[in-house]
């Protein structure tokens, strides 16, 4: 073999003759056009849903252009492709691409005298005597050698980590330990990467290939599956987020790798809907007004939240690589949930960080109330990717994504990471930002906060009000620049419509899509129960809110005409799903006869299994009536007490009311409890399909023996006085 050089900058050599090239990044121009203008066509897409979505009660989000798809996988296609390859190449010698370039060349582990030795069996975990950093640091040492060939074309660096990765498949048959989860998903990830590296190398053989990938399909993957489908025998919330995200990008890696659509599906859907803290809404935790979302594990550490954001950005990179975007999932939350943990981690002034809002998070093991500082500032090597998408691919402002982005270049790459993002990800700046985008509203103690996402070359932003659809729409606010979130006070209850529009130093942008709000308080289901031959409930309210009747569960003459009486074993009635997915304020009435005194049955229950509902119940297990709601399971409960349990046998009214974070719980028209951080409303209890009356999402609980009259549900906190009112009505 030629023997290599040794390269300071990143100049081009060739191995072999132009009619055989070792490798050449330019090849087949044809694919890597087809890449570039499928990537195109997604953001052209996804700037047309984004300026033309129309607008509805709680948030217009625009369509989504993520999606399961189907047909070939792109190779190269995880976390680079050829049109990436020629980036780096082109770049590497100029600022700032060349800062991570020379820390790659530096690398003492991306050298050809490298000393590799595979071990059989990888341990992790404080039950055994650990060596994975053993594979950890070959991994780091093999990317950087299949990137630095990629680069220049020294087919040296290729054969060297060729070489290793071979001697790794026909040493390692398992990993083991309690934590060998954390084995499965960063370094299966990182294998995976390799291998699509060099799979157009020529000393990479396709039993080579074939041989990664049942190293990785019987070894790796099954850990990591284990994982989301079983949680190692725990719940799913008592997981942190940061293992799921690194074993969902492995499974994505090694499906992309292996062409197995139905394990790349299973790395999408958990993201979309999985039921621990991997899938969005349960890493991305809670949304703050201006689009700062709170992370999962905010309130543990800095630097296991960076992980979290880390392996959550590959996992939309590959994505998107694959034709599914799922950077733009739910309204850009993967952004929104960086934006907060990169401004928690960057130098306000001095040596002050800024300041993020913080709601307390609480999940059955862990009890975080307050933001973490520990191991703040953490420099994890992962904000290149997100930077560069979200500004330079979409124009989409990500002041603090940006900030952490540029304060930590150049990086390199170690351990759990790849890294080396200012090489492998910058891309030069788009000429053009894009309008304001994802506009959305709630009514929170009687005003409409709003927020959306900016452009990034806006200077400033104006909000634009009109009482009819379409406007005409005057400024109601200008000159906001950050955070991107007004709260309006309209001048009188109903539904408002709403627009953003962005200054730039020559212009004004397009305004953003339209949403509508509606303030003051609007009844949204009223059940009266004067059916008595049908298995429907009708709502009286004419929003279509009709329940059904389940089991044991009757309408029977009884006080104003007739009443819902449920027989306390299986009777209870249906409420359509989504029923309050566009409500924050609001109110919860209902006349209620109880038979039996047992703890916890159920007035109503609304929501989507154990993990999240609101609920009031005549008993909780302290002996008084109660209201609650949560995200994060029992413990997670954000709660109400009243003074004793509901009296059995009479007719007593019952109300709960929100006005923003003020949460009211009414027996007989007065009040009987209060709590003033309720920081959860209806609209964040997402998919929520179990909506009851009369039973709880705990089967083990008892369902409502009485009879139940009147339920109402509004828009809006009733005040003390109408909840007065109600309960003197006949």
């Not at 590296?197 to 599956?225: C, E, Q, W």
């Not at 409930?537 to 005409?561: F, K, P, Y």
């Not at 994060?632 to 006005?659: C, D, K, Y």
Request: net charge neutral; proline share 4%.
């Amino acid at each position: 073999m030629k023997k290599s050089k040794s390269y300071n900058a990143c100049t081009r050599i060739e191995l072999l003759p132009p009619s055989a090239p070792e490798h050449d990044p330019t090849m087949d121009d044809g694919l890597i056009d087809a890449d570039l203008s499928r990537r195109g066509f997604l953001h052209s897409l996804a700037a047309l849903a984004l300026t033309a979505c129309g607008g509805v009660t709680f948030a217009s989000q625009p369509k989504e252009t993520s999606g399961n798809v189907s047909g070939p996988f792109t190779h190269p296609g995880l976390m680079h492709t050829r049109a990436d390859f020629v980036r780096m190449t082109q770049k590497c010698a100029t600022s700032p691409w060349a800062g991570s370039w020379k820390l790659l060349v530096a690398n003492p582990k991306v050298t050809l005298s490298y000393s590799s030795a595979p071990v059989s069996v990888i341990y992790r975990g404080n039950d055994v005597a650990q060596n994975f950093s053993r594979l950890y640091n070959e991994c780091a040492a093999m990317y950087g050698m299949a990137l630095r060939w990629k680069i220049t074309g020294d087919a040296a660096y290729a054969a060297k980590a060729t070489s290793m990765l071979n001697g790794w498949v026909s040493t390692l048959t398992s990993i083991q330990g309690r934590d060998r989860a954390l084995v499965s998903g960063p370094q299966g990830f990182e294998l995976a990467n390799i291998a699509e590296m060099l799979r157009d190398y020529r000393g990479f053989t396709d039993g080579n290939l074939t041989a990664v990938k049942k190293m990785l399909r019987n070894i790796f993957y099954p850990i990591s599956h284990e994982l989301l489908r079983n949680h190692g025998g725990r719940s799913p919330l008592q997981i942190n987020a940061n293992w799921y995200l690194f074993n969902m990008s492995a499974i994505m890696a090694i499906g992309i790798l292996c062409d197995d659509r139905a394990m790349f599906d299973e790395a999408v859907d958990y993201f979309k809907t999985g039921n621990g803290n991997g899938s969005i809404k349960r890493a991305a935790y809670y949304m703050h007004p201006g689009y700062l979302c709170q992370w999962q594990e905010s309130g543990r550490d800095q630097v296991h939240t960076m992980d979290g954001i880390a392996a959550m950005a590959a996992l939309c990179e590959m994505a998107w690589h694959q034709g599914v975007d799922l950077y733009g999932y739910d309204n850009n939350r993967f952004l929104a949930g960086a934006e907060y943990s990169a401004k928690a981690n960057v130098i306000a002034s001095g040596t002050t960080y800024y300041n993020v809002p913080y709601v307390s998070y609480r999940n059955g093991v862990y009890t975080w109330d307050t933001f973490s500082t520990i191991k703040q500032g953490d420099a994890t090597p992962c904000w290149a990717i997100i930077y560069n998408h979200y500004v330079n691919r979409k124009g989409l402002a990500a002041p603090y994504s940006t900030k952490k982005a540029l304060a930590i270049q150049p990086e390199g790459g170690e351990w759990d990471f790849i890294g080396y993002g200012t090489l492998a990800y910058t891309l030069d700046a788009i000429p053009t930002g894009a309008a304001p985008s994802g506009l959305s509203g709630y009514v929170s103690a009687g005003a409409v906060v709003l927020s959306w996402w900016g452009g990034v070359y806006a200077t400033d932003y104006t909000v634009k009000r009109s009482a009819v659809a379409g406007g005409p729409y005057t400024a109601v606010a200008s000159r906001i620049t950050d955070l991107l979130t007004y709260t309006d006070t309209p001048p009188s209850p109903g539904t408002w419509y709403y627009i953003v529009t962005a200054n730039t130093r020559h212009s004004e942008s397009v305004p953003s899509n339209e949403v509508a709000v509606s303030t003051g308080i609007q009844l949204h289901t009223h059940l009266k129960f004067d059916n008595t031959s049908s298995e429907s409930v009708a709502d009286a309210s004419g929003n279509g809110h009709t329940g059904t009747l389940n089991g044991g569960a009757t309408c029977v003459a009884d006080r104003q005409g007739h009443a819902l009486s449920l027989n306390g074993s299986n009777g209870y009635v249906d409420l359509p799903s989504q029923l309050m997915h566009d409500v924050a304020d609001f109110t919860v009435s209902a006349w209620v006869f109880w038979n039996a005194s047992r703890n916890w049955e159920r007035i109503f229950d609304f929501g989507a299994g154990l993990d999240r509902y609101l609920m009031l119940t005549p008993c909780a297990s302290s002996g008084v009536v109660r209201f609650s709601m949560t995200v994060t399971g029992a413990s997670g409960e954000r709660v109400i007490n009243g003074h004793a349990a509901l009296p059995t046998g009479t007719w007593v009214h019952v109300a709960v009311t929100l006005s923003g974070r003020v949460g009211t719980l009414y027996v007989n028209g007065v009040a009987v409890g209060s709590n003033t951080d309720m920081f959860l409303a209806p609209f964040r209890i997402w998919d929520s399909n179990q909506n009851w009356i009369g039973r709880s999402q705990y089967s083990s609980n008892p369902y409502f023996n009485g009879k139940i009259d009147d339920f109402r549900i509004y828009r809006g906190a009733l005040s003390a006085d109408d909840v007065a009112s109600l309960a003197k009505a006949p």
